[in-house]
């Protein structure tokens, strides 16, 4: 996936020994993703049309969780949950769309 800044992928918690064992669920892990030049504004563009989105990486538990997480959050219309990530201002555009967002984690458990 290229990213907006021409990377190839968004920054990877993994590479850090004290993120290693944390997942998306830990706000260091989704600051650390979320802080990728550009994330913020691919997951800002959502269509209004049924949509299926896979995000992935190595391990399932941190780039693709906080991406899908932050996402999920925006879509939903989830204002308060997408401040997380710093995407408050966007979720405030779904908010009253009444949208149904399912979530599936595959490897965060893992």
Known sequence: MRVPNGGEH???PHVHADL????AHDQVVRDT???TPGVRQ????????????????AGGRHRAATTAMALRAVVAGDV??????????????????????DLVHRGMNL
Do not use: I, S
Not at 80 to 101: I, T
């Open 10 to 12: 968004f920054c990877d």
């Open 20 to 23: 290693r064992q944390l997942t």
């Open 33 to 35: 993703v979320m802080d």
């Open 42 to 57: 691919v997951l800002a563009g959502p269509t209004a049309a049924p949509l299926t989105v896979v995000t992935q990486c």
């Open 80 to 101: 308060e949950q997408a401040a997380a990530y710093g995407l408050a201002d966007v979720a405030k555009q779904f908010a009253d769309r009444d949208l149904v967002v």
